[in-house]
């Protein structure tokens, strides 16, 4: 059975920082590309980080220089450090799960509201 399952979510005021987590079951993780997405409510969603499986990264415009995702293969988990968080980050964050042959794999999400 193939599970991603996100954590860490939650209040933080502008300016703070969280760490999500993504943990997942059910692939072969080290050779997947890992990737956080989010979702505000009436807008699309929107990409906020990737890392392949060789480590390379990738980061939407709005977070750059801000957030930084990383891998542990050993524990079949991929993060997301978010620092210096605004207002306008709000919204539900989910994990993806990427390989040029499989279906793409995606968590249920995790709340993160900015706000003072």
């Known amino acids: 059975q193939v599970q991603l399952v996100e954590s860490g979510g939650g209040l933080v005021q502008p300016g703070g920082s969280l760490r999500l987590s993504c943990t997942t079951s059910?692939?072969?993780?080290?050779?997947?590309?890992m990737g956080w997405y989010r979702q505000a409510p009436g807008k699309e969603r929107e990409l906020v980080a990737t890392?392949?499986?060789?480590?390379?990264?990738k980061y939407g415009d709005p977070v750059k220089g801000r957030f930084i995702i990383s891998r542990d293969n050993a524990k079949n988990t991929v993060y997301l450090q978010m620092n210096n968080l605004k207002p306008e980050d709000t919204a539900v964050y989910y994990c993806?799960?990427?390989?040029?042959?499989?279906?793409?794999?995606w968590g249920q999400g995790t709340q993160v509201t900015v706000s003072s």
């Open positions: 890392i392949g499986s060789d480590g390379r990264t």
């Open positions: 993806s799960a990427d390989h040029r042959i499989f279906p793409t794999r």
């Open positions: 059910g692939i072969r993780f080290n050779i997947y590309a």
